[in-house]
């Protein structure tokens, strides 16, 4: 089922096999009709079904790397690239090591850099020169996009941010101890995600459905930052029926 809300073409998939099938479609599309596209990555439980969807894709000749750069959108600070709760390691283990994409066009803010200020400054003016085709993102359950957190500024560049706690809980399901989990992140800004020419967001599980009604029908506030998406002029969003629960109840 597709509607409009908001400014944003809102697509609610069956399940998340539907949803991945379908944000691996959007992506397909682009890549496609733009075999030079730069496209932001994002990492997170939700986009795994869709990167297996698109290496599924690229082994049938669906769709070609070999001309895409990719750039992430945010990384834990500090991490070693070859940790394997690093954003570096989970791209290439989920998508980049198994699709023709050219090595040396892979850009993911680096978790290592000794100067991390000038580490996002240079990111940042990376990505504003290449610019975005297509941002991939998530939604995390404080309405995080990036690791821009509750109360981030609108017109923020890649920077380095103090995650929330929320955040912090929600990602310790991917490690051993809270103790482990990264305390901290460098992320694309709010405004650098803005700037891409498409975005696409898929929110996924019961868990999300507050937030995203939050999103599409609550006003736009740094309080919840993916409301911004409501300003962008080419979002689409991708739930299942979990997340897309409380929406389908209003319209
Ligand atoms: P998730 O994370 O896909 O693991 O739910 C989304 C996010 O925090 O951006």
């Known amino acids: 089922m597709q509607i409009d809300l908001n400014n944003i073409k809102v697509f609610i998939e069956e399940d998340y096999d539907k949803l991945s099938k379908k944000c691996a479609e959007v992506i397909k599309a682009q890549m496609n009709s733009k075999p030079d596209s730069n496209i932001g990555f994002a990492t997170g439980g939700t986009p795994v079904g869709t990167y297996k969807e698109l290496i599924r894709m690229n082994a049938e000749k669906e769709v070609d790397f070999s001309g895409i750069t990719a750039f992430n959108l945010d990384e834990y600070y500090p991490i070693l690239k070859s940790d394997s709760q690093s954003y570096d390691y989970f791209m290439k283990d989920n998508l980049f090591n198994h699709v023709n994409i050219k090595k040396d066009r892979l850009f993911i803010p680096n978790g290592e850099a000794k100067d991390v200020d000038l580490e996002c400054e240079e990111y940042e003016k990376h990505v504003m020169s290449a610019g975005v085709d297509l941002q991939i993102l998530g939604l995390g359950l404080n309405g995080h996009i990036g690791f821009n957190e509750p109360e981030s500024v609108f017109t ?42 498409k975005i696409l967001i898929m929110i996924s599980g ?46």
Not at 168 to 188: D, G
């Open 156 to 197: 923020g560049k890649t920077h380095h941010v103090n995650l929330d706690e929320s955040t912090i809980n929600a990602n310790a399901r991917f490690f051993n101890s809270y103790e482990e989990v990264p305390k901290s992140a460098l992320t694309m800004g709010i405004k650098t995600i803005m700037m891409a020419k």
């Open 206 to 251: 019961e868990n999300k459905a507050e937030i995203a009604e939050k999103i599409f029908f609550g006003d736009i506030t740094p309080f919840v930052p993916a409301s911004v998406l409501q300003l962008h002029p080419d979002v689409t969003a991708v739930l299942d029926k979990e997340a897309g629960s409380r929406i389908m109840k209003r319209i």
